[in-house]
């Protein structure tokens, strides 16, 4: 902004009449990015993202019920990645797929410890209403009941290599929220 003020003026004194000063100036450096976001902060946004990413994966999977794809370790490990592997393994085996994917609403809950955080607890009320399963050989829909939104608590950990994954959830009944 300064280098273009500058040039208007040098610009105006040139049509005055007046002599212009060609010196060369250089562009003062820009000031650091401000920093305002805490650790907890960014924290809570990548545990999160690590969240969503984990449904969302769940998501890809289960178009085919795919219970070994890679994709179920990108953001869930532990008893969290057991959980969806298991579910897409049922799945398979009863001949079902998923079609859709979950509406979600987390939040963060809890941040231990607030200074460096290592732990969070997304809190959700996800709605599977438009995540239903279908059978594999004729399409059609297979769940007996319509989905809706359910109470989801998950356990967020930063990993030695310093992501976040989701190593543990619980799913509750429809309506719990």
């Known amino acids: 902004m300064p280098l273009v003020v500058a040039g208007t003026v040098i610009m ?24 305002t976001a805490s650790s907890a902060d960014v924290a809570r946004d990548k545990a999160t993202a690590a969240y969503e990413g984990m449904w969302g994966d769940f998501a890809a999977a289960g178009k085919t019920s ?6 179920l370790r990108q953001h869930a490990t532990g008893i969290a990645l057991d959980k969806l592997s298991q579910s897409l393994y049922g ?32 809190t959700d009320c996800g709605d599977s209403s438009n995540a239903l399963k279908y059978r594999a050989d004729n399409g059609q829909l297979a769940d007996d009941k319509p989905g809706g939104r359910h109470l989801i608590n998950a356990v967020v950990e930063k990993q030695a290599d310093g992501s976040w994954k989701v190593s543990d959830f619980g799913v509750h009944e429809v309506g719990s929220c």
């Open 12 to 35: 105006l004194s040139a049509c005055n009449g007046a002599p212009v000063a060609t010196t060369t100036s250089t562009p003062a450096p820009a000031p650091p990015p401000s920093s």
């Open 66 to 71: 795919d219970w070994q794809s890679p994709r």
């Open 91 to 122: 799945d398979n085996y009863k001949g079902l797929v998923t079609k859709g994917e979950p509406v979600l609403r987390p939040s963060v809950s809890t941040v231990e410890p607030e200074g460096d955080p290592r732990k969070i607890v997304v």
